[in-house]
């Protein structure tokens, strides 16, 4: 039986998220392991940073999939969309490489979260004008 994805943006979107919220877990796991930390982030900040990354994830993540999922069966434009979401995976990129990789620059964190909440934005406004019509 074929399967008909009718969300292809939110579904592609969801993939990739996915794979993202995936290397930050694989991250808090295989520091917790190297370090023989069972709970918690043992008073090591490289794992608390580790840590905080992938909890921004999941805050982040799932509302602007919902927001996308809304505006797309809304009938939002596909190519507005698709340049949110791309605004959107670069920023979640960026920040992960903040909080995943010691030594990057503050401002790394600054510009993917600055991204991430424009692309938010963009999606919530596309929503809106589904809904007004």
């Known amino acids: 039986m074929d399967s008909i994805i009718t969300l292809p943006v939110t579904a592609w979107t969801t993939a990739l998220s996915a794979i993202l919220f995936l290397a930050l877990t694989w991250g808090v796991i295989s520091r917790r392991r190297r370090l023989g930390i069972v709970l918690g982030d043992g008073d090591d900040r490289a794992t608390t940073k580790r840590i905080r990354g992938q909890g921004n994830a999941a805050e982040q993540i799932p509302i602007t ?5 809304l505006a797309e069966l809304g009938g939002a434009s596909q190519s507005a969309l698709i340049g949110a979401v791309a605004l959107f995976l ?10 995943s990789f010691h030594g990057l620059h503050w401002r790394l964190r600054f510009y993917g979260m600055s991204a991430t909440m424009i692309a938010q934005a963009i999606l919530i406004a596309l929503l809106l004008s589904t809904l007004i019509g």
Do not use: K, T
Request: a positive charge; zero cysteines; proline letters at 0%.
């Open 65 to 69: 999939l919902i927001i996308l999922a």
């Open 90 to 99: 670069i920023g979640r990129a960026m920040h992960a490489a903040y909080f």
